[in-house]
């Protein structure tokens, strides 16, 4: 499935590029998934066998309406090959590749209590500038790593919570009893 969201995915990016349209062609096509995520009538309709190809394509100008063509020929043709399924992870698959063409850089920053806005912050600009990047940044609290922080960049991440070092010491100290 995940090959096949990809291969989906790259080819809605690839026409919405040659438009000029990336950036309508992903707000509307998240602003559609956010609705089937919303809406479990609107998602058992686009979903459900029930419904024949010709009613669900006849629905989509009526649900999207002043979408852009690109998008509402590219939904008509998941529909027609019975692939709406795989709409969420397309989506997820064309935000990576917007990323990537816009060279933003998804950071996810984790805490065990809140962060005071000013050290998030200083953190992202201090990220964007060693990455050449623009951050999209993301913050959670986890009070389980108890101290530090756990921050993800991209695919890589930098564990500096107090949880991790107790964890290495433990194994240290295992080590050194064997």
Same mark, same amino acid.
């Given at each position: 499935?995940?090959?096949?969201a990809k291969v989906y995915a790259r080819s809605l990016f690839e026409v919405a590029?040659? =438009?000029g349209k990336l950036d309508l062609v992903r707000e509307q096509l998240g602003q559609f998934v956010d609705a089937l995520n919303e809406? *479990?009538?609107l998602a058992v309709f686009f979903f459900s066998p029930y419904f024949s190809v010709k009613e669900k394509q006849e629905a989509l100008p009526r649900v999207l309406q002043d979408a852009d063509p690109i998008l509402l020929?590219?939904?008509?043709?998941?529909?027609?090959?019975h692939r709406m399924p795989v709409i969420f992870r397309i989506r997820d698959a064309f935000e990576r590749m917007w990323e990537e063409e816009n060279r933003v850089l998804p950071v996810e920053i984790t805490s065990a209590i809140?962060? &005071?806005p000013g050290t998030i912050e200083?953190?992202?600009? =201090?990220?964007?500038e060693r990455a050449g990047r623009t951050v999209k940044l993301a913050t *959670?609290? &986890?009070?389980?790593?108890?101290?530090?922080?756990?921050? *993800?960049?991209?695919?890589?991440i930098l564990d500096a919570s107090i949880r991790n070092r107790l964890e290495q010491l433990r194994r240290h100290v295992a080590q050194g009893a064997s």
């Open positions: 499935m995940e090959e096949i590029r040659e =438009q809406n *479990r009538e020929n590219f939904l008509s043709l998941l529909i027609e090959k809140e962060l &005071d200083s953190l992202a600009r =201090q990220i964007g *959670r609290v &986890d009070p389980e790593i108890l101290g530090g922080l756990v921050v *993800r960049v991209g695919n890589s």
